[in-house]
């Protein structure tokens, strides 16, 4: 805190007056800014908020109790595995899915077509026709 004596002298006190001006401006200062970020901040977390919530309505209720990164991980880990055993073989994607025996409606397809696409960015692996995946060879 700022000492709360008085000044014993005009100079003394315009002296003390300008450090505090100077104080309170950088505090103004740092309060915006620290706004801006909290603002910006709950914002993320509530696009992150409603993002894991359709992620838990489209995730498989079998599934419902592991953590959404390890079943997400392990899903993937079946992909590339059912790809790698059949090397060359081009799948479509709901045959894919029946073949790993996750569910075959379609928000369950969209999300395996999503899934698929990052592979293809990824570079494991390659789209040679419409809605046909196969290892990158």
């Known amino acids: 805190m700022w000492p ?24 103004r200062e740092q309060i915006e800014g620290l706004t801006t970020a909290l603002v910006e ?28 990164e390890t079943a997400t991980a392990t899903v993937y880990q079946r992909i590339v595995t ?12 709901r045959d894919l899915h029946a073949r790993l025996g996750l569910p075959t409606d379609e928000p369950s397809i969209n999300v395996a077509r ?4 990052r592979l293809v960015r990824e570079g494991l692996l390659e789209q040679p026709g419409r809605d046909r995946y196969q290892k990158r060879t």
Do not use: Q, W, Y
Not at 82 to 93: I, P, S, T
Not at 114 to 117: E, K, N, T
């Open 41 to 68: 901040t709950e914002d993320r977390l509530a696009e992150l908020a409603a993002t894991r919530k359709v992620i838990d309505d489209l995730a498989p209720r079998d599934h419902a109790t592991a953590p959404a």
């Open 114 to 117: 999503s899934r698929l696409g």
């Open 82 to 93: 059912a790809f790698n055993e059949h090397l060359g073989k081009a799948f479509r994607v």
């Open 4 to 27: 709360r004596e008085r000044p014993r002298t005009p100079a003394a006190a315009a002296d003390r007056h300008d450090e505090t001006a100077a104080r309170a401006d950088s505090l």
